[in-house]
Nanobody, 125 residues
């Protein structure tokens, strides 16, 4: 399994950006997917998750009204649409695959076993 994140860049506060994560491997549609971010000196933090079914989404409170996560099981991709970006959104964004197939638990209980290489998002004020 390989995950390839893309779409990061340098933007100004208030701008929008769309990150995409391409999944190579079989049975993408069987796994929940998540986005995390990390800034220097801080622990990696959860940003968003979407279960294998794609019928609901979960977002961190800090991004809930600004970000959306979606998946396309025909293209094996999971996207993070970010709008109204703030300087505090700056960081390296990682996509990750949940460990369990057909996981019915809430994302807070997921374990992740595959991670992309990360894509840098820089938001200037």
């Amino acid at each position: 399994v390989q995950l390839q994140a893309s779409g990061g860049g340098l933007v100004q506060a208030g701008d929008s950006l769309r990150l995409s994560c391409a999944f190579s491997g079989r049975t993408f549609g069987a796994y929940g997917m998540g986005w995390f971010r990390q800034t220097p000196g801080k622990e990696r933090e959860f940003v968003a998750a979407i279960p294998w079914s794609g019928d609901t989404t979960y977002l961190a409170d800090s991004v809930k009204d600004r970000f959306t996560i979606s998946r396309d099981n025909t293209k094996n991709t999971v996207d993070l649409q970010m709008s109204s970006l703030k300087p505090e959104d700056t960081g390296v964004y990682y996509c990750a695959r949940g460990r369990r197939r057909w996981d019915s638990r809430l994302p807070g209980e997921w374990e992740y076993d595959s991670w992309g290489q990360g894509t840098l998002v820089t938001v200037s004020s």
